[in-house]
């Protein structure tokens, strides 16, 4: 079982849309869990940490499910410029064990006109 | 204040050809970090480094080497380029550990021919 899993989609939406990622890791002591952004052939860029109380940034809502083992992230009225891939990222740290810092494979947003 | 950057932005190499990547950050982050992306992959670790001359080695280490003799540098070397080495290497740079945000530069895509 990979690590971080995501669904790669892609998740074609109109715009005014509300959508929803979820993504699932295996360890059960990760520490922290992240949403970084990709747009086509650019760097990641973080979009929003996820703490365990949930967070939102505007239309963007990120939630931790500690028991369950994912983390998702909604997004409300969709705008075309959110098309991208969104990344997940879980890290693992002692006492678990190394320092880990891991990416999901990305699920493909595309809001459409 | 550039962040995170990286050179070349593109090469093409032979095969047994050699080569080294430069990152250079000027945000006086401690933490810097070399990955690869590939489709379906993410991105993996392939080496980093908790401060100036130390360094780590990540999840796919073989066939790299790297050096960090200023703490705003980090350089990865290909020592005989190989065509599974073709790639999109990212640099990245964190304040503090593995739990903390980390800032990418835009990316050298190489090509192993």
């Known amino acids: 079982r990979k690590e971080v899993e995501q669904d790669p989609g892609p998740f074609n939406v109109p715009e005014g849309a509300t959508v929803a990622f979820n993504c699932t890791y295996s360890n059960s002591a990760s520490q922290s869990f992240f949403w970084y952004r990709q747009d086509c052939r650019k760097e990641p860029k973080l979009l929003m940490s996820?703490?365990?109380s949930g967070n939102e940034d505007g239309r963007f809502t990120a939630q931790l499910n500690r028991a369950s083992q994912y983390i998702s992230l909604l997004i409300r009225d969709s705008k075309l410029s959110d098309s991208a891939t969104y990344l997940c990222v879980v890290t693992l740290g002692p006492p678990s064990g190394t320092y880990k810092y891991i990416f999901g494979t990305g699920t493909r947003l595309k809001v459409l006109a | 204040n550039a962040g995170v950057t990286q050179t070349p932005k593109f090469r093409v190499l032979k095969t047994g050809q050699s080569m080294t990547l430069l990152c250079a950050q000027d945000m006086n982050h401690e933490y810097m970090y070399w990955y690869r992306q590939d489709p379906g992959m993410g991105l993996r670790l392939i080496h980093y480094?908790?401060?100036?001359?130390?360094?780590a080695k990540g999840e796919v280490p073989d066939g790299y080497n790297v050096s960090r003799l200023k703490k705003q540098n980090f350089l990865l070397g290909l020592e005989s380029a190989a065509p599974s080495q073709t790639s999109v290497y990212f640099c990245a740079s964190s304040y503090s550990a593995f739990g903390d945000e980390q800032y990418f530069g835009p990316g050298t895509r190489l090509t192993v021919t």
């Open positions: 996820v703490y365990s």
């Open positions: 480094s908790v401060g100036e001359g130390t360094t």
